[in-house]
């Protein structure tokens, strides 16, 4: 289904450049589909996949919230 771990939900029709850089990795979505709710202009960042990995997401949605 696109995730990685059973509880991550699929992300849809997703717009985004994927940088790998040092240790690290950098994802900007200008658009994408989460939950049948639109998501702009997000980014996704892993600093360093050394250790205890730490994924941070921000980003805005437009639409309903899953409930």
Do not use: C, Y
Not at 1 to 18: F, H, L, Q, R
Not at 32 to 38: E, G, Q, S, W
Not at 51 to 64: E, I, K, N, Q, Y
């Amino acid at each position: 289904d696109g995730s990685t771990w059973p509880a991550w939900p699929k992300i849809e029709s997703i717009d985004a450049d994927v940088v790998f850089e040092r240790q690290g990795l950098t994802v900007t979505a200008r658009s994408a589909t989460l939950f049948n709710t639109r998501v702009l202009n997000a980014v996704a960042r892993v600093a360093d996949f050394r250790g205890d990995a730490l994924l941070t997401v921000r980003g805005a949605t437009s639409g309903p919230a899953p409930g």
